[in-house]
């Protein structure tokens, strides 16, 4: 789906949520998210807020799942995915806070693997993702799952690429600040999501989404996967189609 810019795709995107968590209220059960960091879906959670805001959307019954955080990282950090999320969303809605989950970047490293399976595991007990929201690297990594993620790929420790630790230096002052290693998702819990939609904004993601959407499906391309979906959107906006 290709828009004219990124604030009429991002519109689109945040009442497609928000028609799904009604529909899920009338129906009586849980609206399960899975929720992406990173710029892109910055202008969703705002019309989302706004939505809250303005035509009293409820987030009461939403349990939602992160895809990734850096490890080590705590929570409290201006470079965490937990401070991005409270800052973009969950502290600007009224969803319960012990319905919302992020991988945590401070488990001790000999926890790890049981950790991640028991991540996975909550998403299973409330019976999978009805919604996955994914952005996309330059390198085609969705989560972190990084280019050589194999399609069954389990949530996971991983260490970061150059390129995309290389994307992050600014934001943490420097390339050596920036961790490198993160948890993530892996591909296949993604993949087993009900719909899922990747956003993409702007000419530096062109030729990644080319790859991506119309290229072979690679593990040097982990966003090629989709293709295999039976229920995938990519929202772009011109530039972002614009190799298409
Ligand atoms: C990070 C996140 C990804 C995100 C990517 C792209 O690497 N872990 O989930 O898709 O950034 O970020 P942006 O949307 O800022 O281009």
């Known amino acids: 789906q290709i828009f004219a810019n990124s604030k009429e795709a991002s ?30 879906p910055k202008t969703v959670y705002a ?23 850096y490890y080590q990282m705590e929570p409290d950090s201006i470079h ?32 790890l693997r049981e950790y991640c399976a028991s991540y996975e595991n909550k998403i299973n007990a ?14 085609g990594h969705i989560g972190f799952n990084e280019p050589g993620s194999l399609i069954n790929a389990r949530t996971r420790l991983i260490t970061l690429d150059h390129s995309t630790r290389a994307a992050a230096s600014m934001e943490f002052g420097g390339l050596h600040k920036v961790p490198r290693k993160a948890i993530t998702l892996g591909v296949a819990p993604i ?19 080319r790859a991506a959407v119309e290229g072979h499906v690679t593990e040097l391309n982990p966003a090629s996967y989709l293709q295999a979906h039976p229920d995938v959107s990519f929202v772009l906006d011109e530039s972002a189609a614009s190799e298409l």
């Open 47 to 69: 019309q989302l807020v706004r939505m809250h805001r303005e035509e009293g959307l409820s987030f009461r019954n939403v349990i939602s799942f992160n895809l990734d955080e």
């Open 80 to 111: 965490s995915y937990h401070r991005f999320m409270k800052e973009q969303l969950f502290d600007l809605v009224d969803i319960p806070k012990e319905n919302y989950f992020i991988p945590d970047g401070t488990v001790p490293s000999k926890l």
């Open 126 to 139: 409330v019976g999978g993702l009805d919604f996955q929201l994914l952005g996309i690297g330059g390198n």
């Open 11 to 40: 519109g689109a995107v945040a009442r497609e949520i928000a028609d799904l968590i009604r529909q899920t209220q009338k129906e009586g059960r849980s609206c399960v998210l899975g929720l992406a960091t990173g710029s892109s």
């Open 191 to 209: 993949l087993n999501a009900r719909r899922i939609v990747l956003l993409a904004w702007g000419e530096r993601k062109a030729s990644v989404i």
